[in-house]
């Protein structure tokens, strides 16, 4: 974990996007992923779920939403930028290594309960778990609106 961490803090100009990445299960083996090169990182489809959330600051508990992948169940639950995220799968304050760990263990169509904090409003939200298929269809359909 400490590897990680130190990879994801040394990629600074790419960390959102390995993060992104490592979410959706495009990074096979994150202590390996090169500091400026992500898309060598990229490995075969992953076949795990996609939980669609970007974060402000991996260092920070709780966890700071800064938005969410279009089309992804996050979107769909309604979870928005300045969210911050509370639990995730029973798991109180999860840093980004437990998310990973709960995240492997999923497949699309699996639904994870979400809590965030809204405000002063705690709240728990059903999110389905998309395919990494459905991200880069998103994501491209996403560049063509621009």
Do not use: W
């Not at 939403?65 to 769909?76: D, F, N």
């Amino acid at each position: 974990m400490r590897q990680r961490s130190k990879v994801l803090r040394a990629n600074a100009g790419v960390g959102c996007l390995l993060l992104v990445m490592t979410l959706c299960g495009c990074v096979e083996n994150l202590a390996e992923a090169p500091s400026k090169d992500a898309a060598s990182a990229v490995a075969p489809a992953a076949t795990h779920g996609f939980l669609g959330l970007t974060f402000q600051s991996i260092e920070e508990s709780p966890l700071t939403i800064t938005g969410t992948v279009p089309a992804s169940g996050a979107e769909e639950a309604g979870i928005a930028a300045d969210d911050q995220l509370t639990e995730v799968a029973g798991i109180p304050n999860p840093n980004i290594q437990q998310i990973y760990e709960v995240i492997v263990q999923t497949t699309p169509g699996d639904v994870l309960q979400i809590g965030i904090l809204r405000g002063e409003v705690e709240l728990t939200l059903p999110v389905r778990l998309i395919s990494q298929e459905d991200v880069q269809n998103a994501m491209i359909a996403t560049q063509s609106e621009k």
